[in-house]
Structure formats: C-alpha cells, structure tokens
C-alpha cells in the first residue's frame, strides 16, 4: 500500500456454533509507543473493511490500515477476542546478524 499504510488479506469462517462471525471492523493493530509501552489509544490502528464475501457463516475481504509505523514490530487483534494475536515486524530485514 503507500506511505505507513498495512492492508491485509482475511478469511473468517464458522458454524455459529458459539455465535455469529464477530464484526471484521472490530481488528485493531497495536504496537509499542515511544515511551515503550503498549497503549490502546496511541500506537493503535483500525481497520477499514472490505469484504468481498459476507454471509452468516463466512467472511472474506481485505482490511486496511492507516498510520501504522514503517518499521518495528507491531500486533495484529483481530475482532474482538478468541483469536490468538499476529506479531509481524514491519520494514527492512536487519540482515547484521547474518554479517557478523
């Protein structure tokens, strides 16, 4: 995508089971603050949503987020629980170790 921008590809699937599929709209990216803490209201993206398919048992499309860092690690929430997080690192691979 362009500048500090993240888009990533979903699937959502189930049997309603324990309920419908949760709102895609809900994922959030977080990641650490200069301060180096975790903060839910700063270093947090949400996500716009485009979902190709849509029915009471699945959910595919794309989400997008703005604002997110170049670089550094950040944590991908999807929804609103139940899934485990995505830890990506984000920019250039740091490719010193491999030098030394």
């Not at 048992?57 to 995505?86: A, C, D, Q, W």
Request: hydrophobic share 35%; with cysteine; glycine share 10%.
């Amino acid at each position: 995508m362009g500048p500090a921008e993240l888009e990533l590809d979903f699937a959502a699937h189930g049997d309603n089971s324990l309920g419908p599929l949760q709102k895609a709209e809900a994922s959030v990216l977080v990641w650490e603050s200069e301060a180096g803490a975790t903060d839910l209201y700063h270093g947090t993206a949400w996500c716009r949503v485009n979902c190709t398919v849509e029915t009471e048992r699945r959910k595919e499309g794309t989400m997008t987020f703005s604002n997110v860092p170049t670089s550094g690690r950040v944590s991908f929430i999807f929804v609103e629980g139940g899934y485990s997080h995505l830890i990506m690192t984000l920019g250039p691979e740091d490719d010193s170790e491999a030098k030394a």
